[in-house]
């Protein structure tokens, strides 16, 4: 495992997006400053979602207009639609990403219609884009559990990520968005997707509701997996999962690959003083464990 892993710090959006306090556009792009003065240059930095669904995300076109004058990093945006699409082009976007459930449940209480309309949804949106010179991402939640239909069929995952892959996606990112999976189940998953799309080109997209989101990233990388999705302090989690906790902290998946002797070009007390101030703007603390026994080492230093 000498290689280089990509990390896509996905806090600012996936994480954000989930909390019952809003964060200000200031907060919002000093938090995203103070991750890219760490060491992580791709980020996911906002959404153009309805502002009634997710008003979390209202602002993100400043945002994006905020952090753009950053060299030497990618920051990308979540578009559900055309009028999504309009919005972050009309901001600036270079990079989007498109989304769809490889379960039926959790696509309609999520975007309230079925996997197939969704893709149907964002198709204009990917033409477009290429059309644009515009990269897209394509995302799949509940990869290996669903908090409505239950056990969710590798194959189901599959179809998904060949259609992303099929219509262009440059990337496709694997969620386990209640963050039920094993890590036998993500081996397995990883190993089935990667007959349609090449395992370069999936990431691990795992939240850590039972603890397993280490142990999950461990075994894809065992499989030649290298990109991982991550949020600062273990921010996010799923509105449709009661109990599932936030995506794998950036922190925890630092300390294990620089166990692992990988080089990430991350800095620890940079991010963890980024982490520290977005827990006070959210009013509570880090779930990261690297986050919580750092900042206990230095209170007891104190």
């Given at each position: ?123 204009p ?12 991402r ?10 409505f ?50 395992m ?78 977005v ?8 779930v ?15």
């Amino acid at each position: 495992m000498s290689d280089a892993v990509r990390i896509i710090e996905v806090g600012p959006r996936d994480g954000l997006q989930n909390e019952k306090i809003p964060i200000s556009v200031a907060d919002r792009i000093a938090f995203i400053e103070a991750l890219i003065g760490a060491g992580l240059h791709t980020v996911e930095v906002g959404a153009f979602v309805s502002p009634k669904a997710i008003p979390q995300m209202v602002g993100s076109d400043q945002v994006l207009r905020g952090v753009s004058h950053i060299a030497g990093s990618e920051f990308h945006v979540l578009v559900p639609n055309e009028k999504g699409y309009e919005a972050s082009q009309a901001a600036g976007a270079k990079v989007i990403a498109v989304f769809a459930s490889a379960s039926e449940g959790f696509s309609r209480a999520n975007i309230n219609c079925s996997v197939a309309e969704s893709i149907e949804r964002f198709k204009p949106v990917v033409a477009r884009a290429k059309a644009d010179g515009i990269r897209v991402r394509g995302y799949i939640s509940c990869v290996l559990g669903c908090p409505f239909d239950g056990e969710v069929k590798p194959q189901a995952v599959v179809d998904v990520a060949k259609m992303l892959w099929d219509l262009g996606c440059y990337e496709v990112s694997l969620g386990d968005t209640i963050g039920v999976g094993t890590p036998m189940k993500a081996r397995q998953l990883l190993r089935a997707v990667a007959g349609s799309v090449p395992m370069e080109k999936l990431a691990m997209h795992f939240h850590d509701t039972y603890g397993q989101a280490l142990a999950n990233l461990y075994a894809g990388m065992e499989e030649g997996a290298r990109v991982i999705d991550s949020a600062a302090g273990g921010l996010g989690g799923c509105p449709y999962a009661p109990g599932a906790t936030g995506n794998v902290a950036t922190e925890d998946v630092i300390y294990m690959l620089e166990g692992l002797g990988m080089k990430t070009g991350v800095d620890m007390t940079k991010l963890l003083a980024a982490t520290n101030e977005v827990s006070r703007l959210i009013g509570r603390p880090p779930v990261s464990r690297v986050a919580s026994a750092l900042n206990a080492k230095t209170r007891a230093a104190k």
